[in-house]
């Protein structure tokens, strides 16, 4: 799987967008950005995933760049509740064996304040 | 509802003890995870399964075990508790069918050894 790098924490004000980022220079052509985040003391819980399209669901947006080496996760109006760890993964949407791995690594933290 | 369960929420062990954690899932997934977390270092995989009886080691395999006897029920064994295996485990779940790409997570289990 493709290594991601994001930045280890951001603070967002309740009520406005929050942008996270998140570079992904080595993704091959199979290979979707998902998004996930963790809420303190609680499992990780899938938000998003795309190839090269921008994604757009109930929970936030998705906006994948033309290269598809990086990506950003918008929440659009971001509240308290928001405040957890944020995930970004990279690997290929279907296949199984070793193909199945999922790796995390170390997230961002978004604090969200009043 | 789909649901990922964890045996245990809260675990105290000796050192040198056997401790099994337990997951069981209940959305016919191929595929299950176990992970740890730690302060600092995210959530690394120790190993995971692609099918019953299917095994492969992750980023940090080495004092741990795993059985998939069963579709739905993934073990992780410690087959010698030292104060270092302390930690948050996570399991997770994922179907490999066309179409359906989210991993659901357990709450986790928090592991002491004393």
């Known amino acids: 799987d493709a290594k991601t790098t994001q930045p280890t924490s951001m603070d967002c004000a309740e009520g406005r967008a929050a942008n996270l980022p998140c570079n992904h220079s080595?993704?091959?052509?199979?290979?979707?950005v998902y998004w996930y985040r963790q809420i303190h003391s609680q499992g990780p819980q899938y938000i998003i995933h795309g190839l090269k399209n921008n994604e757009t669901n109930e929970m936030a947006s998705l906006i994948i760049t033309e290269d598809r080496k990086s990506s950003t996760l918008i929440l659009p109006h971001a509240t308290l509740r928001d405040t957890a760890v944020y995930y970004c993964?990279?690997?290929?949407?279907f296949g199984g064996g070793t193909a199945s791995k999922l790796t995390f690594g170390t997230g961002t933290r978004l604090q969200v304040t009043l | 509802d789909v649901k990922v369960t964890q045996s245990s929420r809260y675990l105290v062990k000796r050192t040198g003890e056997k401790v099994f954690l337990e997951c069981v899932q209940d959305m016919d997934h191929e595929n299950m995870f176990w992970y740890r977390q730690d302060p600092g270092l995210g959530l690394r995989l120790i190993y995971f399964?692609?099918?019953?009886?299917?095994?492969e080691k992750g980023d940090i395999p080495e004092g741990y075990s795993v059985s998939r006897e069963k579709k739905e029920r993934f073990s992780l064994i410690l087959e010698s508790a030292s104060t270092n295996q302390t930690s948050m485990y996570l399991c997770?779940?994922?179907?490999?069918?066309?179409?359906?790409?989210?991993?659901?997570f357990g709450q986790g289990t928090r592991l002491t050894v004393v």
């Open positions: 997770a779940s994922r179907t490999r069918r066309r179409g359906n790409t989210e991993a659901f």
């Open positions: 080595t993704i091959s052509g199979n290979e979707y």
């Open positions: 399964s692609y099918d019953v009886k299917m095994k």
């Open positions: 993964i990279v690997r290929s949407l």
